[in-house]
T-cell receptor, first 114, second 115 residues
Framework: GDSVTQMEGPVTLSEEAFLTINCTYT??????LFWYVQYPGEGLQLLLK?????DKGSNKGFEATYRKETTSFHLEKGSVQVSDSAVYFC?????????????FGTGTRLKVLA | EAGVAQSPRYKIIEKRQSVAFWCNPI?????LYWYQQILGQGPKLLIQ????????DSQLPKDRFSAERLKGVDSTLKIQPAKLEDSAVYLC?????????????FGPGTRLTVL
């Protein structure tokens, strides 16, 4: 079945460092891909999305490109801030089953130090 | 626009007891989802409703879990009897429909501890 694999955390960076969180997927169809963020004590929020190959999603300085050839959707940010400390989840939406249900990765905790 | 509301936020029960969670989705959202998020894992879909009909409940442990969405709006998720391994955060999410960019909006979750 479909699956999402994320790099294990925690990832600890200094403020203004470059961030990459790796995400790869396995899917039988052509899924939509998402990054969600969960700040402490809050629910998941959509960070960015891409619905087809070569699409780039971006928001709040974060970017991710849908790479069909490598089945990847890595999250990047050029300069992280302390306020970016959170858990980041990569997810895909199964577009072939008719339910469009999400499959989530296990999450990557990011800690940014001042 | 109000977000997805869930209650209670926290619940502690003993094993074999029953518990119920409530979710009020964003107004006008036809699709409602319940997820289970065990510590250190990503959310796992338990059940998906389209209006008041079940679309997917393949991962719902039906011997102890039940869910309903009366009138296609609010939903309740029940566990009876609870087991230790049910300790998790239960997340409710909603979307306009499954297809429209498929963005799901999540509530804050209910943290369940089973002792």
């Amino acid at each position: 079945g479909d699956s999402v694999t994320q790099m294990e955390g925690p990832v600890t960076l200094s403020e203004e460092a470059f961030l990459t969180i790796n995400c790869t997927y396995t899917a039988t169809g052509y899924p939509s891909l998402f990054w969600y963020v969960q700040y402490p004590g809050e629910g998941l929020q959509l960070l960015l999305k891409a619905t087809k190959a070569d699409d780039k999603g971006s928001n709040k300085g974060f970017e991710a490109t849908y790479r069909k050839e490598t089945t990847s959707f890595h999250l990047e940010k050029g300069s992280v801030q302390v306020s970016d400390s959170a858990v980041y989840f990569c997810a895909l939406s199964d577009t072939t089953s008719g339910t469009y249900k999400y499959i989530f990765g296990t999450g990557t905790r990011l800690k940014v130090l001042a | 626009e109000a977000g997805v509301a869930q209650s209670p936020r926290y619940k502690i029960i003993e094993k074999r007891q029953s518990v119920a969670f409530w979710c009020n989705p964003i107004s006008g959202h036809a699709t409602l989802y319940w997820y289970q998020q065990i510590l250190g894992q990503g959310p796992k879909l338990l059940i998906q409703f389209q209006n008041n009909g079940v679309v997917d409940d393949s991962q719902l442990p039906k011997d102890r879990f039940s869910a309903e969405r009366l009138k296609g709006v609010d939903s309740t998720l029940k566990i009876q009897p609870a087991k230790l391994e049910d300790s998790a955060v239960y997340l409710c999410a909603s979307s306009l429909d499954p297809v429209s960019y498929n963005e799901q909006f999540f509530g804050p979750g209910t943290r369940l501890t089973v002792l």
